[in-house]
C-alpha cells in the first residue's frame, strides 16, 4: 500500500469517529441553542484537529513501500496509540467544558460548565438534579439570592470565595419558580439589541415572523467574560435561539 493510499484510509476512520464524536457533542452536550456560546464550535475544531488531521498526516509521512512490513506496523501501531491518547485527551478537555447548567439568576442567565463546579459544593444541592454534572446536556435551573438577615452572609461567601450564585447549587431552584420574575423584570424586546449587525437582524426579523402571536423578548447569556442576546419565547419561557451580541 503507497503512503497516500494508506493516509485515505487512516483519513476516512478519523473522519467517521470524529464525526460520531462531534454528533455527540452538538446534540447532546453542547446543544441547540447553546452551541456556539457554551464553546462547542472551537471544541470541534480541537477534535478535528487532534483526530482527524494529525493521525492522517503522520501516516503520510512514515508509509513507504520501501520499509519493512514489521517496521511499518510498528510505526502504525505508535501512530495509532499517540492519536488514541492525544484523542483521549481531547474528550477529557471537552467534557470538562461541557455546559451543566444553565441557570437563570438575578438579571441573567449563566452557563455553567462541568469544571466550573466542585463536588463540594453540588453536595450542597437540595435536590438531586442540582447534585450531579449533566451527561445529556445542560439542565435549566434557577438561582435566588437570600434575602434578609442572610444577605449579609451570603455576600461575604461570595467575596471570599470568588464564585457568584450560579456556582452555589445549594442555592438552585426549580427554573420555572425564578424565570417569570427574572423576564418580568429584565427581559427586553428585539429592538433593544442595538449592537446587531444587518444580517443579525434580519435573522431577528425571520425568527419573529416564524412565531406569530408571540413577540419575542431578550435577556442577556453569560459564559465567563462573554455575553451573549438569548432571545426567549414569552410563552415557554426558554431560549429559542442565542446570538453573539453584546445585550448590555
Known amino acids: 500500500m503507497n503512503r497516500w493510499k494508506a493516509a485515505a484510509v487512516h483519513l476516512s476512520i478519523s473522519f467517521v469517529l470524529a464525526a460520531l464524536i462531534g454528533s455527540l457533542l452538538y446534540f447532546v452536550w453542547f446543544p441547540a441553542p447553546y452551541f456556539v456560546a457554551a464553546g462547542g464550535g472551537g471544541l470541534i475544531l480541537l477534535l478535528m484537529g487532534v483526530d482527524i488531521a494529525i493521525g492522517p498526516l503522520i501516516t503520510l509521512l512514515v508509509v ?10 510498528m510505526d502504525l501501531s505508535i501512530i495509532g496509540v499517540l492519536q488514541i491518547v492525544a484523542l483521549g485527551y481531547g474528550l477529557y478537555v471537552i467534557t470538562d467544558a461541557r455546559p451543566v447548567f444553565i441557570v437563570a439568576e438575578v438579571d441573567r442567565l449563566t452557563i455553567v460548565s462541568a469544571q466550573d463546579l466542585s463536588d463540594a459544593d453540588l453536595a450542597k444541592g437540595d435536590r438531586q438534579a442540582f447534585r450531579t454534572r449533566s451527561w445529556t446536556g445542560p439542565r435549566l435551573v434557577g438561582a435566588v439570592t437570600p434575602k434578609g438577615k442572610d444577605a449579609g452572609d ?12 450560579d456556582r452555589m447549587p445549594r442555592f ?14 429584565y427581559a427586553k424586546p428585539l429592538a433593544s439589541l442595538k449592537k446587531a449587525t444587518q444580517s443579525q437582524r434580519a435573522y431577528l426579523d425571520r425568527l419573529q415572523a416564524q412565531t406569530p402571536g408571540q413577540t419575542l423578548l431578550v435577556l442577556p447569556l453569560q ?12 410563552v ?10 453584546d445585550p448590555w
Open 172 to 185: 438552585y431552584r426549580p427554573y420555572d419558580e425564578v424565570i417569570d420574575e427574572v423576564m418580568k423584570k
Open 236 to 245: 415557554s419561557k426558554r431560549p429559542i435561539a442565542v446570538l453573539p451580541i
Open 154 to 165: 451570603f455576600v461575604m461567601k461570595v467575596l471570599a470565595s470568588g464564585k457568584d450564585i
Open 64 to 73: 513507504s513501500r520501501n520499509k519493512a512490513r514489521k517496521l511499518l506496523l
Open 223 to 234: 459564559r465567563g467574560d462573554s455575553s451573549y442576546s438569548a432571545i426567549m419565547s414569552p
